[in-house]
């Protein structure tokens, strides 16, 4: 029996799923990745099952997977989208890395939280549109989630050692993103170039497109109600255009913590393979005397509707983050196929949640069908 810790990766082939092979390449000692995951992306895929050797990977796209099958480059079990819930269960795997993106990933993640792994969390989606199921999950399988969202990684860290009951306030940080400056009455004519160009992070399209609308921050708003277990009313958000403090946490004695670090996803992913050790970090590290200046102003809810959107998601609960959900992914598909402009991103979503059929405590097969019954209604629209 070997001492390392073994690893599944849902979504290796994008942002994260790189850096995340990244971090394990310099811990050869310590991690060992047991499978890998693509949608589509065979080519990359292939590239790293030859460097990092694992059990088996699994290819999402139906098309490309029999391509892969069949071309017999991996010595490895080549495995369908059922694979993923195979890997979930296996005794080859102790940590899965959930950077899969949108709602695709939430079923794998039920599934590993169940089989007792410790889900190293990217895909926020999950605990948006299922966090009631997978926090209680989580409870009664003793799984431990450790977020990679930067944010998240940053709270979590301020809450070592501290009781939930003493926490007053969690302040979470938003770059802003392209448009911080740009007035309201010029969204209209927001190319998608512009859209995907972010100030701080380099990051996956949809992530990047919302961190734009500050959906991304909405998102983050209910990820960090269901992680830590804290009401909308005590999550505040703050633009914070550097990206260096990753987020806050305030106590009832005043009292604030803060993580602090370069902008780099390698750090919460590092972070969340080692808790509750720490390893050496071989990147980067923060250099304060080139952030002299670090500033903090509220977010314009009147400009960036899409954070409104989320606020009120999460204050209706049920269903709505999941409509809220499924219409941002529709509404951003849609605005980088040159089929909505940015400032219809959150008419749309408004329309879908206007359209959603409410239930209060949705079980997983009614979180499937509110959805899909979203999706349908959004691809209609034009
Ligand atoms: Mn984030």
Redesign the pocket.
């Known amino acids: 029996m070997s001492n390392l810790t073994k690893i599944a990766i849902f979504g290796s082939t994008g942002s994260i799923g790189k850096s995340s092979l990244e971090v394990i390449a310099h811990y050869p000692d310590k991690f060992e990745v047991t499978y890998l995951s693509t949608n589509q992306n065979i080519e990359l895929l292939t590239e790293q099952a030859k460097k990092f050797k694992p059990k088996g990977v699994i290819v999402c796209d139906d098309k490309s997977f029999q391509t892969l099958k069949n071309s017999n480059l991996l010595s490895c079990k080549v495995l369908p989208i059922e694979g993923l819930i195979e890997a979930a269960q296996s005794d080859e795997v102790d940590v899965v890395i959930a950077a899969m993106v949108g709602f695709a990933g939430l079923e794998s993640s039920l599934e590993a939280v169940k089989n007792k792994k410790r889900i190293a969390l990217a895909n926020k989606e999950t605990l948006v549109v299922a966090g009631h199921l997978i926090t209680k999950l989580a409870k009664e399988n003793n799984a431990i989630i450790v977020p990679i ?4 990684s940053a709270i979590y860290q301020c809450l070592l050692g501290e009781k939930r009951e003493n926490i007053s306030k969690i302040i979470l940080t938003a770059s802003g993103g392209p448009f911080l400056n740009r007035p309201l009455s010029e969204f209209k004519n927001i190319t998608i170039a512009e859209a995907l160009k972010h100030p701080n992070w380099k990051m996956g399209n949809k992530i990047t497109i919302d961190s734009a609308t500050l959906m ?1 921050k909405g998102l ?1 708003v209910i990820e960090a109600h269901w992680l830590f277990g804290v009401n909308k009313e005590s999550i505040d958000v703050l633009i914070h255009p550097q990206s260096i403090v990753h987020s806050m946490v305030e106590f009832k004695d005043g009292s604030v913590k803060a993580q602090l670090g370069i902008p780099d996803m390698k750090l919460p992913i590092q972070y969340a393979l080692s808790y509750p050790d720490r390893l050496d970090y071989n990147f980067a590290k923060m250099d304060f005397e080139k952030y002299n200046t670090l500033t903090f102003f509220k977010p314009d809810l009147n400009k960036f509707k899409c954070l409104d959107l989320a606020y009120k998601s999460l204050n209706y609960g049920g269903t709505y983050p999941v409509a809220l959900n499924a219409a941002n992914e529709v509404a951003v598909k849609m605005f980088l196929n040159n089929n909505l402009s940015f400032n219809d991103i959150p008419e749309l979503i408004e329309k879908a949640l206007e359209k959603n059929n409410f239930s209060a405590e949705p079980n997983l097969e009614e979180i499937i069908e509110c959805d899909r019954v979203t999706r349908e209604f959004c691809s209609n629209f034009v």
């Open positions: 969202d930067s944010e998240h991304n983050e």
